[in-house]
């Protein structure tokens, strides 16, 4: 079962932050967060993945609260090409290992 | 550079056929993995390969099988198809088998069991 809880949906306007949110309060201290998302009919993009420090790129910034119970990907100006849904994953460390996938956020970008 | 190329793109098959779905992992990538995307849900972990061997199974049934060969591609196999196996099938590729390596996915193959 996926460790992480989501909204099932939000939405934001174009050009403006949109902050997608997710719970992870029984996260180990070894567990990766990472972000995935899809668009429709596509496979799932790698968007950003962070341990314990907030981490930024091209994409996207991820906030990550101190205890490591939440955290926030931030998209910071969303366009209507953001429009899919976001999963939040936490993964283990160590081999073999795999992404559990929940059902993710629903992000619809409005013009 | 290539990503994750997956083929067939989309296929139909009818019960009880066999499919074979095959896979090429990013260039430099020797880990593969399979997932299955049914309708309206995330993607549930299938299988993980690395240097050739199994390294990971999910909850599936035996009539889901698969390789990797030396060239680090892969083939899912599924026998004796049911409707409930239609869904959207994601390869994803890693440099390596663990978790310090980020996971990039195909974009898939859709099959359909009518």
């Known amino acids: 079962d996926a460790k992480t809880t989501q909204p099932p949906s939000m939405d934001c306007a174009e050009g403006r932050a949109a902050n997608l949110p997710c719970n992870h309060s029984t996260i180990s201290g070894n567990e990766y967060v990472y972000w995935y998302r899809q668009i429709h009919s596509q496979g799932p993009q790698y968007i950003i993945h962070g341990l314990k420090n907030n981490e930024t790129n091209e994409m996207a910034s991820l906030i990550i609260t101190e205890d490591r119970k939440s955290s926030t990907l931030i998209l910071p100006h969303a366009t209507l090409r953001d429009t899919a849904v976001y999963y939040c994953?936490?993964?283990?460390?160590?081999?073999?290992?795999?992404?559990?996938f929940g059902k993710g956020i629903t992000l619809s970008v409005r013009p | 550079d290539a990503g994750v190329t997956q083929s067939p793109t989309h296929l139909i098959k009818t019960r009880g056929q066999h499919v074979t779905l095959r896979c090429s992992p990013i260039s430099g990538h020797k880990s593969v993995s399979w997932y299955q995307q049914v309708l309206g849900q995330g993607p549930q972990f299938i299988f993980q390969?690395?240097?050739?061997?199994?390294?990971g199974r999910g909850n599936f049934p035996d009539r889901f099988s698969a390789r990797q060969f030396p060239n680090y591609s892969s083939e899912l196999n599924v026998n004796a198809l049911l409707l409930g196996d239609s869904a959207l099938y994601l390869c994803?590729?890693?440099?390596?088998?663990?978790?310090?390596?980020?996971?990039?996915f195909g974009e898939g193959s859709w099959l359909t069991v009518v």
């Open positions: 994803a590729s890693s440099t390596f088998h663990d978790s310090g390596n980020t996971i990039y």
């Open positions: 390969y690395y240097e050739k061997e199994e390294r």
């Open positions: 994953i936490v993964r283990p460390t160590g081999a073999n290992s795999k992404l559990t």
